[in-house]
Nanobody
Framework: QVQLVESGGGLVQPGGSLRLSCAASGNIFTTYTMGWYRRAPGKQRELVATITSGGSTNYADSVKGRFTISRDNAKNTIYLQMNSLKPEDTAVYYC???????????????WGPGIQVTVAS
């Protein structure tokens, strides 16, 4: 099995910063593209940022210039540095990963349980 666990969420004032982490664990052979998604109240889940195993990144227009995604392949961990946070960034943030398990020829997609980020004064 593979588990994704997010950490680092919480309450922050507008203009503040938070750093989210997501660690993948289990019988992992390798991880491919990993990313962050979010679901705001009353809205559908949306992409925030993704990063390939080679380090190529993709961001939603709404977070470009404010958020930075990075990864540590040795630890199967990704990070999301969120700066200049706005109330509209309030959402549950989900980690996502494409993972090839040990002794498997297939890649499966996994989701973390999600972590709350609230931006309010």
């Amino acid at each position: 099995q593979v588990q994704l666990v997010e950490s680092g969420g919480g309450l922050v004032q507008p203009g503040g910063s938070l750093r989210l982490s997501c660690a993948a664990s289990g019988n992992i052979f390798t991880t491919y593209t990993m990313g962050w998604y979010r679901r705001a109240p009353g809205k559908q889940r949306e992409l925030v940022a993704t990063i390939t195993s080679g380090g190529s990144t993709n961001y939603a227009d709404s977070v470009k210039g404010r958020f930075t995604i990075s990864r540590d392949n040795a630890k199967n961990t990704i990070y999301l540095q969120m700066n200049s946070l706005k109330p509209e960034d309030t959402a549950v943030y989900y980690c996502n990963a494409d993972v090839r398990r040990i002794s498997s020829s297939y890649t499966n997609n996994y989701w973390g349980p999600g972590i709350q980020v609230t931006v309010a004064s």
